[in-house]
């Protein structure tokens, strides 16, 4: 949807038109009229298309005492820097003398707006500009597109919405598929851990074959009794082979 221009001889914003720059008349006074001649080379340098020289020139007459917040605005809207053009048509509003100036601020506010993708303070902006100028087809187109462009953007929102949503449920479905497959595998893992400890002959029995064959206090002694005997019998038995046979006489 195209939007005609307030002012032809400005460029035009993307999708979005502006309105025109408003030069200041001359003052009496040395320094207005330094600001004054500042404002036209500003004006000068905004119709070559240089923006940024045009802000200095602008700023300049400001602090000359005599600068055009409307129209450094217009120079930020053609250097993208939407959010300073904001704030220059908002003092511009705040400065203007007329209801004409006020709705031109408020129209070229809501395109700063638009362009931040801020629709409903679009919106707002160019109802308070119709508000001032109810004439104007150029603010009412604006205010049209904006309101479409709204209602775009809350119905992408719904639907980024809604596939988190179902993104969310899916996943949580998935999770409650898992579990109990999980819960299987774990009973067969300690299942087959069980089995790897009867099999496996390296594994520590908790009661040790030693204690199992562990003599009774009986058993030890039958055994010194018998260890004592085996004793007194070799102990014999060497004393017997010790004895030496006697020679016969020599005759």
């Not at 221009?5 to 914003?13: D, F, G, N």
């Not at 038109?17 to 008349?25: K, P």
């Not at 709705?103 to 809501?110: E, T």
């Amino acid at each position: 949807m195209e939007m005609n221009a307030k002012a032809p001889h400005l460029p035009a914003l993307t999708g979005i038109w502006f309105c025109a720059i408003m030069t200041l008349g001359g003052v009496g006074a040395v320094d207005a009229q330094s600001a004054h001649k500042l404002l036209r080379e500003g004006d000068a340098f905004y119709d070559k298309k240089e923006f940024a020289e045009a802000e200095k020139s602008y700023r300049k007459a400001e602090a000359a005492g005599k600068g055009s917040d409307y129209n450094l605005g217009n120079t930020l809207m053609q250097q993208e820097r939407y959010p300073e053009a904001v704030k220059a048509y908002g003092d511009a509003v705040q400065k203007a003398g007329t209801a004409a100036e006020k709705a031109d601020a408020l129209h070229n506010q809501g395109n700063a707006y638009f362009q931040m993708k801020d629709y409903t303070k679009s919106i707002d902006s160019y109802k308070q500009a119709l508000t001032l100028d109810a004439e104007s087809a150029d603010t009412r187109e604006n205010l049209a597109l904006a309101k479409w462009q709204l209602k775009k953007q809350q119905q992408q929102e719904q639907q980024r919405q809604q596939q988190n949503k179902e993104q969310q449920q899916q996943e949580k479905q998935e999770e409650k598929q898992q579990q109990p497959q999980d819960k299987g595998k774990q009973q067969q893992q300690s299942s087959g851990d069980k089995n790897l400890e009867k099999e496996s002959p390296n594994q520590e029995d908790p009661t040790p074959q030693n204690s199992q064959n562990k003599p009774s206090a009986a058993d030890e002694k039958l055994l010194q009794l018998m260890d004592q005997e085996e004793r007194r019998v070799q102990q014999k038995w060497h004393q017997r082979n010790g004895k030496k046979k006697p020679r016969d006489k020599d005759w």
